[in-house]
């Protein structure tokens, strides 16, 4: 059974923000530090999604990179003659 340890998070504001955010919160029916926790939760996953990101990102390369060590992927410049094509083809139908 998980058990919720709460603990308490300072954070340094000027006034009007500070009342801005509470009573934006209270107009949402929810407590200030319910609407920071969803932010925070929202960040935290955000940056773990960045990472899943990254790394699938870097997979893609090296995967390209093998490709063209082993002579079976396409060079730069033909794929910039083709998106060159592409875009000339969608600038004439517009």
């Known amino acids: ?18 009342d801005a955010f509470i009573a934006g919160a209270l107009a949402e029916g929810c407590t200030a530090s319910e609407v920071i926790a969803v932010l925070m939760r929202e960040y ?8 899943d990101d ?4 870097r997979r893609q390369v ?3 990179r093998a490709s063209m ?3 079976i992927g396409i060079p ?7 998106s060159a094509e592409w875009c ?3 600038l004439r139908t517009a």
Do not use: K, P, W, Y
């Open 1 to 18: 059974m998980l058990v919720s340890e709460e603990t308490a998070f300072t954070v340094t504001v000027n006034s009007q923000q500070r």
């Open 44 to 51: 935290v996953e955000q940056r773990q999604h960045a990472g």
């Open 54 to 57: 990254d790394a699938f990102d």
């Open 62 to 64: 090296e995967e390209g």
């Open 69 to 71: 060590r082993a002579g």
């Open 76 to 82: 730069n410049e033909l794929v910039e003659a083709e």
């Open 88 to 90: 000339a083809a969608i």
